[in-house]
């Protein structure tokens, strides 16, 4: 099977912004990225058709996983105007996210300020791949938003990400979940890459939690 045909395919479907196929022979894994218009249901059984009349492949619905983003442009990693937003909104902006090789490690640093000038600060280590390292950063930020999640009794969980190309470009999507009480929220993220991935990491994290991160009585000190 041409699974570059068969990715090729797959974006057409209505909805559907960037699909990535991963396998040999056979389609292991199927990540695509749609907007909200329709369900991943609605999604996950087009891509299963498509498959079966197109290309004579039946799909186990068990591979597909389908991320939803909000129908607007994605948020690049130097966002003047959304830095702005998120300081009256009393949410986190991103001061630093700094990248350092220890052997075939990576130490990745995160620091986040927040309206009143505090600073919280997370990291974590990391394999040298891409995903890896904006995996880490993302769990580098969970760490930094410690402070703020504590006073809101949440926390959260990053389950899945994978670098998408999209054109000429490429983003990084994450999949998390968001617990508040009895409350469990999955949350979704995308931002493009336009210069180190582990930066780009870092703001899909934000751009999948800031929706939760209401300002609450008491920020981090």
Known sequence: MALVGFERELSKITGVRSVRVVGGARPSEIHVVAGR?????????????????????SIDHRIVSVVQIDEEPLPTTRPSTARARLQASGRPIVESVRSNVEGDKRL?????????????????????????????????????????????????????????????????VVKATVYEGDEVTPVTGAVLVEDEVAAAGVRALLHAVNRKLRPPSTLPI
């Open 108 to 172: 990745i640093h995160v620091v986040l300020g927040w309206p009143e000038g505090a600073r919280t600060e997370g990291q974590a280590r990391s394999g040298t791949s891409r995903e890896l390292q904006a995996r880490a950063a993302m769990e580098a930020t969970v760490e930094a938003l410690a402070p703020a999640l504590t006073v809101r009794s949440m926390r959260i969980e990053v389950e899945h990400t994978f670098l998408q190309p999209m054109g000429r470009d490429e983003a990084i």
């Open 37 to 57: 218009a329709r369900s991943p249901k609605q999604i996950v059984r087009d891509v299963q058709s498509l498959a079966v009349a197109g290309f004579g492949v």
